[in-house]
């Protein structure tokens, strides 16, 4: 089934089947190796917020793959990026998408985009706008490398639970808020919500009062698993979630109720340090595994205890970031 000259801006774009084909190179890549593609594919990796597993496994994939990849940072070292049409440019960008994109894509073969939201509408910010301009002017496949979905931590996530649990249809994924001091973007939420219900799996969300993730999200949720025979629940019964659980996602995101206005939603956040992920919780599931995409605020996410356990996939996880992105850059640009 091929895959070449796709865009990878979420998983919702592709079948199961087609993400199935993505983990079966990335397990193939794993245990028997890979060979340089003969396009010796060159990215623009534009990373307009920090990384640290993105970055280096993007890079390395490319050179993996005998490419090359570029790194920018749009107002660091290169210029600042204006996304919306028709407007005067005498504010903080010096350039256009549409200019910027378009001449990427003379260079490269794809172009890659870490872009978070501002963080001050969500209206305007669940529009994806800089990643939709970059895609509409680029010319070349274009990559998300998070911005209000983390398709590529969902490779990796996938083929995590795919290694561990062998058959990930009909098990219990667990997907539970945290508390964090600060307020955060909801992409590993939204994804991982996508994945285990692409996966065939039955999601549970345990979140406080008020944590719901975007209905746009959740509805794809539902969709996945009408589709795939599984099933979404959304509580926060701590002790019902936990129960019978397989997989424990944990992550923690801000409350779209006061987004952008962090400093009022921490009276709200504050009573809920008790999500924390620990062993009285992780003993009420059926002896689950447990992950997060880190970076991870331990003993405030997770405690030690339970992140050094022998199922915690954490390292895993991470490690499992090059080879889903390797395989999907295999099948995009091979």
């Not at 390395?60 to 793959?65: F, G, K, V």
């Not at 285990?196 to 944590?211: A, D, E, F, I």
């Not at 779209?256 to 599931?285: C, Q, S």
């Not at 405690?303 to 991470?318: F, H, K, Q, Y």
């Amino acid at each position: 089934m091929p895959l070449k000259g796709r865009n990878f801006l979420s998983t919702q774009d592709f079948t199961r089947k087609e993400i199935e084909q993505i983990l079966a190179t990335a397990a193939k890549q794993k245990k028997s190796g890979w060979k340089p593609l003969k396009s010796k594919p060159k990215l623009a990796l534009l990373f307009f917020n920090p990384s640290l597993r993105t970055r280096s496994s993007f890079e390395l994939a490319a050179w993996q793959l005998g490419g090359h990849a570029v790194t920018l940072q749009p107002g660091k070292d290169a210029w600042a990026m204006e996304w919306r049409e028709g407007i005067p440019m005498d504010g903080e960008a010096e350039e256009h998408v549409k200019d910027a994109a378009r001449v990427l894509g003379r260079f490269f073969d794809a172009v890659c985009v870490r872009c978070f939201p501002k963080f001050q509408d969500w209206t305007v910010d669940k529009q994806d706008s800089m990643l939709r301009a970059i895609e509409r002017y680029a010319g070349v496949p274009v990559i998300n490398m998070e911005t209000i979905v983390h398709p590529c931590q969902e490779l990796a996530l996938a083929l995590t639970m795919k290694e561990k649990l062998k058959k990930t249809d009909g098990k219990k994924f667990l997907l539970t808020w945290t508390f964090h001091p600060k307020g955060l973007n909801t992409a590993v939420a939204n994804s991982a919500a996508l994945i285990s219900t692409k996966m065939g799996m039955n999601l549970t969300v345990l979140r406080p009062p008020g944590y719901d993730l975007d209905p746009m999200f959740m509805d794809q949720a539902r969709e996945n698993a009408k589709a795939q025979g599984g099933s979404v629940t959304v509580t926060d019964d701590i002790d019902a979630a936990y129960k019978g659980a397989d997989f424990v996602y944990c992550k923690s995101w801000g409350n779209l109720n006061y987004f952008g206005r962090w400093e009022e939603e921490k009276k709200v956040r504050e009573p809920y340090r008790h999500f924390i992920v620990d062993a009285p919780k992780m003993a009420k599931t059926n002896d689950a595994y447990v992950s997060h995409c880190l970076p991870m605020r331990r003993n405030v996410k997770m405690t030690d205890e339970v992140a050094d356990s022998p199922r915690s996939c954490l390292i895993d996880e991470a490690g499992n970031r090059i080879h889903g992105q390797r395989a999907m850059l295999t099948e995009i640009l091979g």
